[in-house]
C-alpha cells in the first residue's frame, strides 16, 4: 500500500527565516494535497498538487511536485509566527489515479517559530 | 456555504464505558463522510468512510463501529472503549464528486480514556 514519508518530523525556525519540508511517497501521487494544523483543532487545506512539475503559492507559503510525482515540498518564505503548527500532506490513495479514492495522510511535521 | 459539525470537543471516559461522537454536514447533500483518528506517534489514520446513508466501509479492525443514519449525519460508536482507543477523532466531508480542495475537517473530538 502506499506511504508518505514526511521529513523532519519536528523543525524549529527563527522567526523570518525560510524553511522547508518534504513529503515523499513510495508510489505516483497522483493528488497530493498540503495541510495545516493548529494544535489540537482541525485541518484546513492548504493547496493541492496533481501535474508533474506544478508549483502552487498561496501568500508566503509555496508547494511543488516533482517531475516524477513521487515527491512534494512546502516552502515557508519570511517564516511567521501564525506558521507554526503541523503540517500534513495526504495523497489520493488509488493507484489508477481514481479522484474518488481515499486519502492517506503522512505523520505530520511540528513546526515552531521563535520569536 | 457548507459547514461540518463535530461533537463534543474534548471527553474523558472510563475503559469498557461505551461511546457516541457525531458528525453533521449542513449546505451540501449526498456528501462523502470519513472518520479519521489521529494518535501520537502515528499520524492520521483512517478509520471508516461512507458514500451514502447505511453504506460504511471499515479501514482497520478495532473495536470501534460507525453508523451513517442520515445523508448528512456520520456517528462513531464503541460499546466498551479501550485505554488505545483514547486519541483525536476527526471527521471529514468531501462532495461525492472529488474537488481539488480535498476534504473539510470538523474541529475534532479529544477523547481520553482513564
Known amino acids: 500500500s502506499q506511504e508518505l514519508e514526511q521529513s523532519p518530523q519536528s523543525l524549529i525556525v527563527q522567526e523570518g527565516k525560510n524553511l522547508t519540508i518534504n513529503c515523499t511517497s513510495s508510489?505516483?501521487?497522483?493528488?497530493l494535497y498540503w495541510y495545516k494544523q493548529k494544535y489540537g483543532e482541525g485541518l484546513i487545506f492548504l493547496m493541492m498538487?496533481?501535474?508533474?512539475?506544478e508549483e502552487k503559492s498561496h501568500e508566503k507559503i509555496t508547494a511543488k511536485l516533482d517531475e516524477k510525482k513521487q515527491q512534494s515540498s512546502l516552502h515557508i518564505t519570511a517564516s511567521q509566527p501564525s506558521h507554526a503548527g503541523i503540517y500534513l500532506c495526504?495523497?489520493?490513495?488509488?493507484?489508477?489515479?481514481?479522484?474518488?479514492?481515499?486519502?492517506?495522510f503522512g505523520k505530520g511535521t511540528r513546526l515552531h517559530i521563535l520569536p | 456555504s457548507q459547514t461540518i459539525h463535530q461533537w463534543p470537543a474534548t471527553l474523558v471516559q472510563p475503559v469498557g464505558s461505551p461511546l457516541s461522537l457525531e458528525c453533521t454536514v449542513e449546505?451540501?447533500?449526498?456528501?462523502?463522510l470519513y472518520w479519521y483518528r489521529q494518535a501520537a506517534g502515528r499520524g492520521l489514520q483512517l478509520l471508516f468512510y461512507?458514500?451514502?446513508?447505511?453504506?460504511i466501509s471499515s479501514e482497520v479492525p478495532q473495536n470501534l463501529s460507525a453508523s451513517r443514519p442520515q445523508d448528512r449525519q456520520f456517528i462513531l460508536s464503541s460499546k466498551k472503549l479501550l485505554l488505545s482507543d483514547s486519541g483525536f477523532y476527526l471527521c471529514?466531508?468531501?462532495?461525492?464528486?472529488?474537488?481539488?480542495?480535498?476534504?473539510?475537517f470538523g474541529s475534532g473530538t479529544r477523547l481520553t480514556v482513564v
Open positions: 471529514a466531508w468531501s462532495p461525492d464528486r472529488r474537488s481539488n480542495y480535498g476534504y473539510t
Open positions: 508510489k505516483t501521487l497522483y493528488g
Open positions: 498538487l496533481q501535474k508533474g512539475g
Open positions: 495526504g495523497a489520493d490513495r488509488g493507484v489508477s489515479g481514481n479522484r474518488d479514492d481515499k486519502i492517506i
Open positions: 449546505g451540501t447533500s449526498n456528501p462523502n
Open positions: 461512507s458514500v451514502g446513508i447505511g453504506q
